[in-house]
Antibody
Framework: QVQLQESGPGLVKPSETLSLTCTVSGDSVSSGNYYWTWIRQPPGKGLEWIGYVYYTGNTNYNPSLKSRVTISVDTSKNQFSLKLTSVTAADTAVYYC??????????????WGQGALVAVSS | AIQMTQSPSSLSASVGDRVTITCRASQGIRNDLGWYQQKPGKAPKVLIYAASSLQSGVPSRFSGSGSGTDFTLTISSLQPEDFATYYC?????????FGQGTKVEIK
């Protein structure tokens, strides 16, 4: 059974860097056809795609966040990570890591972490 | 970015009702659309991918249709466990974008 688990600080100060890690079990981040993704959801609001990393290290980011986001993969630890710099209160959200399968004809987010609430506050 | 517009934003329905939620894309996205269900405090769960393909393990009362710009999620007979928020997601082009959500509440 594939499981994803987010970890990291639940509180970050304004202007600092938000860092989260997603640990994957039951699968390898080195598997092809999967895009390891971060998605966030501000309290009471909808879902926003942040970006993904492929096992090769290739990435793709939402242009709205691109200047502040880095997503990386550590195949030795079977983890991938999110860094978001210069955070403000608008970055307060539940952050989900998810596996996107992209194996024609199946394209979907089939496994998700439980979510990590990160608040930005001094 | 492709804009996804869902309607309605919320609806009230009774157990056993047939429920339809629509999603419109700001440009054609072939059939590259998924539907996700989210319950409070939980991560979303995929119901439908490729507009009409049922994800393994999802009850057959859920169905999807559409192509191009207009899509529909139908719940044929609403069950108590179906009260949740539903999101469409286009995965035709980056950035991937979600609809704003439709909250299905108990009448």
């Amino acid at each position: 059974q594939v499981q994803l688990q987010e970890s990291g600080p639940g509180l970050v100060k304004p202007s600092e860097t938000l860092s989260l890690t997603c640990t994957v079990s039951g699968d390898s981040v080195s598997s092809g056809n999967y895009y390891w993704t971060w998605i966030r959801q501000p309290p009471g609001k909808g879902l926003e795609w942040i970006g993904y990393v492929y096992y090769t290290g290739n990435t793709n980011y939402n242009p709205s966040l691109k200047s502040r986001v880095t997503i990386s993969v550590d195949t030795s630890k079977n983890q991938f990570s999110l860094k978001l710099t210069s955070v403000t209160a608008a970055d307060t959200a539940v952050y989900y890591c998810a596996r996107r399968v992209a194996a024609n004809p199946i394209y979907c987010f089939d496994y998700w972490g439980q979510g990590a609430l990160v608040a930005v506050s001094s | 970015a492709i804009q996804m517009t869902q309607s309605p934003s919320s609806l009230s329905a009774s157990v056993g009702d047939r429920v339809t939620i629509t999603c419109r894309a700001s440009q054609g996205i072939r059939n590259d659309l998924g539907w996700y269900q989210q319950k409070p405090g939980k991560a979303p769960k995929v119901l439908i991918y490729a507009a009409s393909s049922l994800q393994s393990g999802v009850p057959s009362r859920f169905s999807g249709s559409g192509s191009g710009t207009d899509f529909t999620l139908t719940i044929s007979s609403l069950q108590p466990e179906d009260f949740a928020t539903y999101y469409c997601l286009q995965d035709y082009d980056y950035p991937l974008t979600f609809g704003q959500g439709t909250k299905v509440e108990i009448k």
